[in-house]
């Protein structure tokens, strides 16, 4: 008697047939069939609401739109220079593959230029805070983002960036990423990342960038404390030391992958 073989994907499934025989990979799993004994195959998707399944490569095929908001460490990933191969973003699809992708980086801009920026899409990563510290722009605190207070900071321009994009998508997923320690870049920012900069710490941002995303249960992509220190931030850059080498991307893409994996697994 033939067999009715009904198969529920849970990831992504091919088929290898031959004359005698089909073969069936879940995941990378072969599942053999004779072909006398099959009557037929249906593909039912169980897990349609999965925002991400399991390629046969290791990939993971995200259903979703990817908007990424940042400097020129955000820009760089399509204007790559000799120094470097490819940026975060590039490095990140290679394991998370985005239906579609928009670098919305800004070369030498500050939070604020961000806010022009702001397209629709599902999901969302912010990277600034070291240009602001660079030009100085006042933190502000928790309040001025809770309260809206328009007052200039870099809470309250944090605010009206989040706020630009739950307009733009009420649904979208929102990834924080606090600002990668730097430091020099001839007399732009101080001698070293600890320094204050105006009476202004570069991690003043990083952690208000953190006060932000527990407020509204972000999740963050820590590169100020996770992606190099005084110590290594120079063999980490293509300049000392403010834009990421090779080795210095890929640190920041192993901690966004992290992070983007909490949202994806909402």
Known sequence: MKKSVIIIITAFIALTISA?????????????????DIDSII????????????????????????LSLGTSITWYNDNVSSAFTKGYQTRVME???FKKFTNKGVNGGVLASALSQVIAADYYTIEYGV???GHSTPVGTIDDYKNNTDNGTFAAEYRKLIDAIYKANPKAMIVLCTPRKSYGFGTYL?????DALNGIYLQDYADLIKQIAA???????DWFNECGGQHNLAQLSIDVALHPNDNGYQLMANVLIQAFEKVLLH
């Open 95 to 97: 394991q998370l593959v």
């Open 215 to 221: 407020y509204e249960s972000l999740p963050v992509a």
């Open 131 to 133: 240009n602001d510290w």
């Open 20 to 36: 005698q025989s089909v073969t069936v990979y879940e995941k990378e799993t072969p599942i053999g069939f004779n072909v006398g």
């Open 43 to 66: 593909f039912s998707s169980a897990n349609a609401d999965n925002p991400f399944y399991q390629t046969l490569d290791g990939k993971r095929i995200v259903n979703g739109h990817w």
């Open 190 to 194: 101080p001698a070293h990342w600890y």
